[in-house]
């Protein structure tokens, strides 16, 4: 990791309601170098994916701004891939042809057709799916759709990988095994990776840095935390490891002291049986 690949300087971030202007970030500053890892963690409405949606460029922040390699993010672009909570793939195409709509998109004119055919089969090797390229998203798992979404970002060449919740509604073996795959890739392709979660395990596991974000509104960094463990990382190795268990800790440290905030800012009502969706959420992230 070297000089500044990414930067966010001073950005706030409103949004006009029927109540007046909404400020949902104040004065976000970060900087990320090239090849970081880096997580947004903090409770629901804080900002996070906000945040990722300026560095897509599919917002515009309020005041303040995102740079990228000293250009100004002002507009979606192909060195800025996102994978979503959703794998979001065409139904109607095949595994083989979604990978091949993300590049022809790019590299229509760089690439020869026997060179994007042989870029699309080495991304999709990449992930483990090469073997499923004919099948459509409804004939595959959701993990293995996932597999594909992630192909399709990597596919583009990004120098960004933009990541939301990209694990979170996969089962626990599902996701530890994508986990896994994203650290060997990483790894090898040395992309810039942004990616939201929930889930403390995964930020420690995954992460150089877990940035964790205040309550909104007027969300903001609340705590630049730097991880250093040693790579590759094994997560049976790592489960009784000290260090790891510090980091994990104080994440779960900050999520619970928001949470408490949350609850004495909360309206009190009569007591009533708590709904499966309404565990606090440094609970849910608590859990692997």
């Excluded at 947004?40 to 300026?54: E, F, R």
């Excluded at 002002?74 to 979001?88: K, M, T």
């Amino acid at each position: 990791m070297s000089k500044t690949h990414l930067e966010l300087t001073g950005v706030d971030m409103s949004f006009d309601t029927p109540k007046g202007s909404f400020l949902a970030l104040d004065n976000i500053n970060l900087k990320i170098k090239k090849g970081e890892f880096v997580s947004l963690i903090g409770h629901s409405g804080c900002g996070k994916s906000t945040v990722l949606n300026i560095v897509a460029g599919l917002l515009q922040a309020t005041r303040g701004g995102c740079v990228l390699d000293g250009h100004e993010v002002n507009a979606p672009g192909p060195e800025r891939a996102v994978v979503f909570q959703n794998h979001a793939l065409m139904p109607w195409l095949t595994v083989y042809e979604n990978v091949e709509l993300a590049v022809q998109q790019v590299f229509r004119k760089t690439m020869t057709k026997q060179q994007r055919k042989d870029w699309i089969n080495h991304n999709l090797e990449l992930v483990n799916m090469a073997h499923a390229a004919s099948k459509r998203p409804g004939e595959i798992s959701g993990g293995m759709a996932q597999r594909v979404g992630i192909a399709r970002a990597l596919a583009m060449k990004p120098s960004v990988l933009l990541m939301d919740e990209p694990f979170g509604a996969l089962d626990a073996l599902t996701r530890a095994h994508l986990q896994d795959s994203l650290m060997d890739i990483q790894k090898d392709l040395n992309n810039t990776v942004i990616m939201i979660t929930h889930d403390v395990d995964e930020a420690v596991l995954l992460s150089d840095r877990i940035i964790m974000m205040t309550n909104g509104p007027a969300a903001t960094v609340g705590e630049d935390l730097r991880i250093e463990l040693p790579r590759p990382r094994n997560r049976v190795e790592l489960a009784d490891d000290p260090t790891y268990v510090h980091y994990r800790q104080e994440v779960l440290k900050f999520l619970y002291e928001k949470q408490r905030k949350l609850e004495t800012i909360a309206p009190r009502r009569s007591p009533q049986p708590a709904a499966a969706d309404e565990e606090p959420e440094a609970a849910r992230a608590a859990r692997v």
